[in-house]
């Protein structure tokens, strides 16, 4: 499932707004020490940026492979319990509802 472009942009906005923020800091001027908080925000917000964007959920044979904002996870499509109504998918792992 590929989700709508609005929607991709609206994931990878709080990396942009964090980036624009960090830019922001470098256009008001006399940064000092600050700069390096400044490349921090720019490389967060960009990481940020580009994971939102590739937010996404692939279903393959007897495995659903969700693509988060930090990391990828493949569940087997045996361990789903449901789907909530918030589009969360709840499973079991080892025993453990998750």
């Not at 800091?25 to 917000?45: K, Q, Y």
Request: aromatic letters at 6%; hydrophobic letters at 50%; charged letters at 15%.
């Amino acid at each position: 499932m590929r989700l709508l472009p609005m929607t991709r942009v609206a994931n990878a906005a709080p990396g942009l707004a964090v980036g624009l923020l960090a830019i922001g800091a470098v256009l008001d001027g006399d940064l000092g020490f600050v700069s390096s908080l400044v490349v921090a925000g720019l490389a967060v917000g960009g990481f940020l940026a580009v994971k939102g964007y590739n937010v996404s959920v692939e279903c393959a044979g007897q495995r659903v492979t969700v693509h988060g904002r930090l990391w990828i996870r493949t569940i087997n499509r045996a361990d789903i319990i449901a789907m909530t109504e918030f589009l969360a998918i709840s499973w079991r792992c080892d025993g453990r509802r998750r």
